[in-house]
């Protein structure tokens, strides 16, 4: 014989603030892609030191996963003469912000770099990775 349980009531205030929690740690995809290339042998790999630039702040936010792509020391080869994608997952923007930039903070020139990147509802992307000689 089983039990009927009724539906517990959860207090309106309480749901409210988990609905604020949730939307705070919503994340952001990224698929990128890099060009074809005419060079045989090229190669990619992307730092763990990867972040989201709000233009409107000081916030970033990081890089929690990488798909089709392998992370620094490791490379990825690219296929000779096809656009090459893969996916990043970042953690969540502020509600405020409006575009930012994907930035690549590493110790050598060629760090990947997409400036100013219009924010949308979903926040899933497709963007077209350049090289910044910064």
């Known amino acids: 014989m089983s039990e009927t349980i009724a539906k517990p009531i959860i207090v309106k205030e309480l749901l409210e603030s988990l609905q604020t929690e949730v939307q705070e ?5 990224v ?3 890099f060009p074809a290339s005419p060079f045989l042998g090229n ?9 989201l630039f709000d233009n409107q702040s000081d916030h970033k936010s990081r890089l929690i996963h990488a798909e089709n792509i392998t992370i620094y020391p490791n490379w990825t080869p690219v296929p000779f003469m096809k656009d090459f994608w893969f996916t990043l997952i970042f953690s969540g923007l502020p509600k405020g ?4 930039d994907l930035k690549e903070i590493i110790p050598e020139e060629g760090g990947f770099f997409v400036g100013s990147i219009k924010r949308n509802a979903s ?3 497709r963007v077209k990775i350049s090289e910044s000689y910064i």
């Open 43 to 51: 190669l990619i790999r992307i730092w763990h030191s990867t972040y």
């Open 123 to 125: 926040d899933i992307y």
């Open 25 to 29: 740690e919503q994340q952001v995809i």
């Open 31 to 33: 698929h990128c892609c």
């Open 97 to 100: 912000c409006k575009s930012f």
